[in-house]
């Protein structure tokens, strides 16, 4: 496999449109702790776009265009992204401090995460998580499809 420095290997790299790729990298930086990677456009223009990741989460940010928009713009969302933090509880007052949207406050679920759910500035959903327990899926009525190896 060929190494490419500007995406990792065997990640999943979600694209998330922003009405303004430029606020959202200081905003995501400021409340959920991500960095910024890199950034494109036009110099002294508009960024079209930057890759940010928290951790090992990775994530890329689009400008809004014809057959993009955000959350904001069309008035819902679409998907959810969670992402595992180690300490759950000091993000969680962290995003809140910043002024994130709380939409679920922090808890523990039935599967073995504790979590909190937030909004960002456009509307995108996000959960945080961390393993709070080790709960077999068929124990809150998953049914496996094949066992892990």
Same mark, same amino acid.
């Not at 995501?28 to 223009?45: N, V």
């Not at 959350?71 to 998907?79: H, M, N």
């Not at 679920?104 to 073995?112: D, M, Q, R, S």
């Given at each position: 496999?060929? +190494?490419?420095?500007?995406?990792? +290997?065997? &990640?999943? !790299?979600? =694209?998330? +449109? *922003?009405?303004?790729? @430029?606020? @959202? ?11 910024? *990677? *890199? /950034?494109?456009?036009?110099?002294? $223009? +508009? ?6 990741? !928290? ?9 809004? %265009?014809?057959? /993009?928009?955000?959350? @904001? %713009?069309?008035?819902?969302? &679409?998907?959810?992204? &969670? ?7 000091? =993000? ?7 002024? @994130? ?8 679920? $039935? ?5 909190? $759910? ?8 996000? !959960?945080?998580? /961390? ?19």
């Amino acid at each position: 496999m060929i +190494v490419n420095r500007s995406v990792p +290997v065997n &990640t999943v !790299l979600p =694209h998330l +449109v *922003y009405q303004n790729v @430029a606020e @959202a990298i200081v905003w995501l930086a400021k409340t959920f702790g991500f960095t910024e *990677y *890199y /950034r494109y456009g036009e110099p002294g $223009g +508009v960024v079209n776009g930057a890759q940010m990741h !928290l951790g090992n989460a990775w994530i890329m940010l689009q400008q809004e %265009r014809e057959h /993009r928009a955000s959350p @904001a %713009r069309v008035g819902y969302g &679409t998907q959810s992204l &969670t992402i595992f933090v180690e300490d759950v509880e000091a =993000h969680f007052q962290r995003a809140k401090v910043a002024g @994130a949207k709380i939409v679920e406050e922090l808890h523990e679920t $039935g599967y073995g995460e504790k979590q909190y $759910g937030a909004a960002d500035l456009d509307g995108h959903h996000w !959960l945080f998580s /961390r393993h709070a327990r080790d709960v077999n899926p068929e124990e809150w009525g998953a049914t496996l499809a094949k066992p892990p190896a």
